[in-house]
């Protein structure tokens, strides 16, 4: 028998060998089965020829291409740089996005391929973001034996005391492919570790979220200060819409107090960058000539825009657009306006700043009520060269925690361990 096998591997190569050996595996008595498995490692071993897999990262995602998702276009491209076979499986039902991508990053284009739930996944680990995703895919993953890392970001799917995300967490955590999950926010680790969910040792804390700081940079414009350099106080909002009126990301109480604030102040306009208009929330009295809306924008277009923001408001609210979902902080438009040297005016009520951002020194914690925020507003319009030091000293905060770099770090390296223990 063992004369055919070796006719049947000269004549056929190795890649038939296997299929012909997989068939009679089962049909043979314990002693057969011992020597054709010696018989497949040794054909492995011929130049991995004999194996279908490719040792590289898969990566699966519902949305990725999209340019507006840009923590995603950050980090998967870093991936990209880093991981030169890593292979990306977008579920985006939308087609029209893959080309624009690959117009602004062809280098990355001919990796990002249409997810179907017949392909076969051929790599040694995975790696996939949100807790919708990963329990959307686990079935795949465990199907084609690929070890996994997931990043649980805020949202997503995750929820705090919520029983469908409980559920999901307990059937990701109990995978035998997990390996290790990332968390952004102290939050999402105490969480895990009082719910039992997973040990201490497999999670990996990064505080923040990963930004294109590159591009931000690269493309910065010159700035300009209220009270330096022009007259008029710049006040943006900038934001997803996730509910109406964007009540979860405080749309509403934003437009409260550009009411109040344009009522008592003449020097000060309003710009709202996102899925927002006029028709969310009635705009009256002086606000109506005060307010822009620019609708939603991609990475390219901010630079130039924050260049000429004085601050930035976020009075987001967590547990509102699900019971249990929240925020991270500060959330990715607040760092990607520090990063361009806009001062950041945030609500931080579960307290996830941790001392990380001095209050009154690199960004301003603000309140729900929209009277205390216009208050405090204006202190600052009293003092344009406090606001301009709120600004710098915010930027540089920014810089040291949301770097490319500082952000993509840790991420390459447990990607790296895992794709050496695979």
């Known amino acids: 028998m063992l004369r ?32 054709i498995s010696r018989m497949e490692v040794a054909g492995i071993r011929l130049k991995n020829v004999v194996s279908v897999r490719r040792h590289g990262l898969v990566i699966i995602d519902d949305y990725f291409p999209r340019l507006a998702t840009a923590f995603r276009v950050a980090e998967f491209n870093s991936i990209f740089d880093h991981f030169k076979e890593a292979q990306l499986y977008s579920a985006c039902p939308d087609k029209n996005i893959f080309p624009i991508y690959s117009d602004c990053y062809p280098q990355y284009s001919k990796r990002v391929h249409k997810f179907h739930p017949a392909r076969r996944l051929t790599g040694s680990a995975a790696y996939v973001v949100f807790l919708n995703n990963i ?22 799917g995750f929820c705090i ?38 040990r201490d040792e497999d999670i990996a804390f990064i505080f923040g979220v990963v930004v294109l700081s590159n591009v931000l940079n690269n493309q910065a414009a010159e700035r ?20 109406p009126r964007g009540v979860d990301k405080g749309y509403d109480r934003f437009i409260r107090c550009a009411e109040i604030l344009s009522a008592r102040n003449s020097q000060v306009r309003f710009h709202v ?10 705009i009256r009295g002086a606000l109506q000539n005060r307010i822009t809306f620019y609708g939603p924008r991609v990475t390219s277009f ?10 930035i408001l976020s009075p987001n609210v967590p547990f509102v657009s699900a019971p249990g979902a929240f925020d991270g902080f500060p959330t990715g438009c607040c760092i990607e306006a520090a990063l361009c040297g806009t001062a950041m005016f945030m609500c931080d009520e579960l307290n996830l700043n941790q001392g990380r951002f001095e209050e009154g020194r690199d960004a301003v ?44 770090a840790p991420r390459l390296r447990i990607l790296s361990a895992l794709l050496d223990a695979s």
Do not use: W
């Not at 022009?230 to 996730?242: E, Q």
């Not at 960058?273 to 009635?282: A, L, P, Q």
């Open 365 to 408: 914690i603000i309140p729900r009520d929209p009277e205390l925020i216009a208050g405090i507003v204006e202190k600052y319009m009293q003092s344009p060269s406090e606001l301009k030091s709120l600004a710098e000293n915010g930027q540089r905060a920014v810089r040291n925690l949301f770097s490319l770099e500082v952000q993509m």
């Open 135 to 156: 329990f959307c895919y686990l079935e795949y993953l465990e199907r084609y034996r690929l070890p996994f890392v997931f990043e649980l970001y805020p949202g997503g």
């Open 273 to 282: 960058v996102g899925e927002f208009n006029e028709s969310d929330i009635e």
């Open 302 to 311: 901010f630079p130039r825009f924050y260049a000429r923001m004085d601050l």
């Open 161 to 198: 005391d919520e029983t469908v995300s409980d559920a999901r967490l307990r059937k990701v955590f109990s995978s035998s492919m997990f390996r290790k999950v990332i968390v952004t926010q102290s939050i999402t680790r105490n969480y895990l570790l009082k719910k039992n969910f997973c």
């Open 224 to 243: 300009t200060h209220f009270g330096v350099d022009k007259d008029l106080l710049d006040i943006c909002f900038v934001a997803n819409k996730y509910m």
């Open 4 to 35: 055919s096998f070796r006719q049947h591997f000269a004549a056929n190569g190795p890649f038939n060998l296997v299929r012909l050996v997989r068939a009679l595996r089962y049909k043979l008595n314990s002693a057969g089965r011992r020597l």
